[in-house]
């Protein structure tokens, strides 16, 4: 039997149509388990991963005292788009994810063509969306804008929880290791070498051409995985 998700109060169930994630804006396919966060639907190891790290959606009802206290500690110290040097090179990025976990795909690009893509068949939708932003970056020299439709990476950067990481030794503030940390590692290892690379967010499925394209990509690169 199903029991309430912890940190959002509510029964997880299993997504009959496709939508997005309002906590990583990822694509939440049919037959995936999906809780209620704020009103809004998220994957159900988006809620678990957010709350580790503080993000939870703010508005969550029901969930632990920890989590509620997160989500508003969160919502109080939201920062501005981190500053970009002038003429960074903006690269979109985006990761994908059936099954989640399940056989997903990572992809970036630029505006003057420059693309990459990949992927694994057995991951999850925020590995991918970590793995786009750091092959992005392993890929291209100079200034930098990482731009993504997912919080998990942006805010990692935006709101600074990498400095709390490190200073506790890889353990989150609900003294839990961090989860992918395999990723993390490097990708945090080469923004503080560069010191020329800020990330932006950007709406998932909104318009945007750029990352359009890159969700395409990372739904293809998944496919190859199956």
Known sequence: MRSANPYTGSMPMTARFPTTCAQCSGRVMPGEEISKAGGKWVHSTCAVAASENDSLLPGVGGGTIAAKQGAAKTAKARKPDMAAIDGALEVWTDGA???????????????????????EPKTTNQRMEVSAALRAIQALEGPLVVVSDSTYVVNCFRDEWW????????????????????????????????????????????????????????????????
């Open 97 to 119: 994810c059936s099954g989640n976990p399940g056989p997903g795909g990572w992809a970036w690009a630029t505006k003057d063509g420059r693309q990459g893509s990949g992927g």
């Open 163 to 226: 400095r709390g990481w490190l200073a506790r030794g890889w353990v989150n503030s609900q003294k839990k290791p961090v989860a992918n940390r395999d990723l993390w590692e490097p990708l945090i290892e080469a923004f503080r070498d560069r010191g020329d690379i800020s990330f932006r967010w950007v709406k998932g499925h909104s318009g945007d051409e750029m990352n359009d394209l890159v969700d395409q990509l990372a739904v293809e690169a998944g496919k190859t995985q199956v």
